[in-house]
Structures are given as structure tokens and as C-alpha cells.
């Protein structure tokens, strides 16, 4: 069965500081990843995918991701924080479960930016 | 057009009642899908469409019952619901409900429904 961790429920940083946000997968076979963030209120926005190539993959809002096989990670980090980018952030791993494909979720990652 | 659109945006029903939320979407995706979401925890796969058929059915209840008329729209039919079915209800879509995996799905604003 294909799982998400996301070890830490909630994410405080400086206005201006770089920022990680953590997650660690299983899968079987190729690990299809992706980050979403979701504001209070509001459905999930999609802002990166690791599919192949690159081990660190650029997305939106000036966010980024590494991908490191070895530790099936894949953080979510940005190099300089905004008030803006408070919000709920999701991992998520796509992959075959039970014969069909699924989404399976982080438990969320709260970021708080702190002015 | 990136969006996937949903109404209503809030919904407050009776355990009695019956009301349907919609969801659309104009990117000719193939796959849609709802999601229930409780506060502060990760979205729950409810139903997913293949090509206007439902293909995934999570073992939701019967007073849910969704509908997908065209390649454009999907509804979610409720009736008779609890207190607990309150949450925020996501409708998705992707582009290829296929064996590819690397697609990313575009969310809706959600329903925030209460049931009273």
C-alpha cells in the first residue's frame, strides 16, 4: 500500500527565511509526487510534480522540491518566505492500489509565516 | 480556462432534504472526481469518472449519489444526510483517467456544507 508522511503538523518561519516543509513516501514502483496547497476556505492548487529527470523540480510561486530516491523524500522549500505563503500544504503520491489508480494524501502541513 | 467550478459555495440542508451540488469544468478532462474534506485533514477520495462513467466508487453511502451528465459536468446528489456528512466537498478533474500517472488534478473552490 502507498503511503505519505508529512511529519510535522505545523511549520513556523521569519518573513524573508528559507522555509522546508517535509514529506517522505512508499510506493511501489516509480514514485509519482506532487505538492498542493490549499487557503483557508478554498480547494487544493496544485504547485509542483516529480514524474522523471530532475532530482529538484521548480513550481509555482517560486516554490521548488528535491527529490532524493534514496530517502524516498521529496521537501518542499522555498528560499525566501512570504506572509502569503501561509497556508495548508499537502503531499501527495500517485501510484496502484487495489487495481486502480489513486491519490493518496499527506495528513497537511500548516505553514505559518511570520512578519 | 484552468478552472474547475463548483456551486454553491455554502450549503446549509436538513436531515430531510435534498439538494445536489455541481461542479464544471472546460478543460476536456476525461476523469473527474469528489473528494470530502474534514478541517484540517486531507482531502477523501469519495467517487471518480472515467470518461462520463463512474469508475471508483470508495464504499460511500448511499445518500450520496453522483451523476456526470456530460464530459463537462458532475453533481453530487444528497439525501437524508447527517450531521456528520458536514465538511467541504471538492470536486477535481484531470486530463487523462488512463494508466498515465504523471497528471495533476485542478480542484475546485469547494461546498461548504453543514447539515443540521
Known amino acids: 500500500a502507498q503511503s505519505v508522511a508529512q511529519p510535522e503538523d505545523q511549520v513556523n518561519v521569519a518573513e524573508g527565511n528559507p522555509l522546508t516543509v517535509k514529506c517522505t513516501y512508499s510506493?511501489?514502483?516509480?514514485?509519482?509526487l506532487f505538492w498542493y496547497v490549499q487557503y483557508p476556505n478554498r480547494g487544493l492548487q496544485f504547485l509542483l510534480k516529480?514524474?522523471?529527470?530532475?532530482?529538484l523540480v521548480k513550481g509555482s510561486y517560486g516554490f521548488e522540491a528535491e527529490f532524493n530516491k534514496s530517502q524516498t523524500s521529496f521537501h518542499l522549500k522555498k528560499p525566501s518566505a512570504l506572509v502569503s505563503d501561509s497556508a495548508l500544504y499537502f503531499c501527495?503520491?500517485?501510484?496502484?492500489?487495489?487495481?486502480?489508480?489513486?491519490?493518496?494524501f499527506g495528513t497537511g502541513t500548516k505553514l505559518q509565516v511570520i512578519p | 480556462d484552468t478552472e474547475v467550478t463548483q456551486t454553491p459555495k455554502h450549503l446549509v440542508m436538513g436531515m430531510t432534504n435534498k439538494k445536489s451540488l455541481k461542479c464544471e469544468q472546460h478543460?476536456?478532462?476525461?476523469?473527474m472526481y469528489w473528494y470530502k474534506q474534514k478541517a484540517k485533514k486531507p482531502p477523501e477520495l469519495m467517487f471518480v469518472?472515467?470518461?462520463?462513467?463512474?469508475?471508483i466508487n470508495e464504499s460511500v453511502p448511499s445518500r450520496f449519489s453522483p451523476e456526470c451528465p456530460n464530459s463537462s459536468l458532475l453533481n453530487l446528489h444528497l439525501h437524508a444526510l447527517q450531521p456528520e456528512d458536514s465538511a467541504l466537498y471538492l470536486c477535481?478533474?484531470?486530463?487523462?483517467?488512463?494508466?498515465?500517472?504523471?497528471?495533476?488534478?485542478?480542484f475546485g473552490q469547494g461546498t461548504r456544507l453543514t447539515v443540521v
Open positions: 478543460m476536456g478532462h476525461r476523469a
Open positions: 501527495a503520491v500517485r501510484g496502484f492500489s487495489g487495481g486502480y489508480q489513486k491519490v493518496t
Open positions: 510506493v511501489s514502483g516509480n514514485p509519482y
Open positions: 469518472y472515467s470518461y462520463e462513467k463512474l469508475s
Open positions: 516529480y514524474i522523471t529527470g530532475d532530482n
Open positions: 477535481a478533474s484531470s486530463h487523462d483517467p488512463g494508466q498515465t500517472m504523471n497528471t495533476e488534478a485542478f
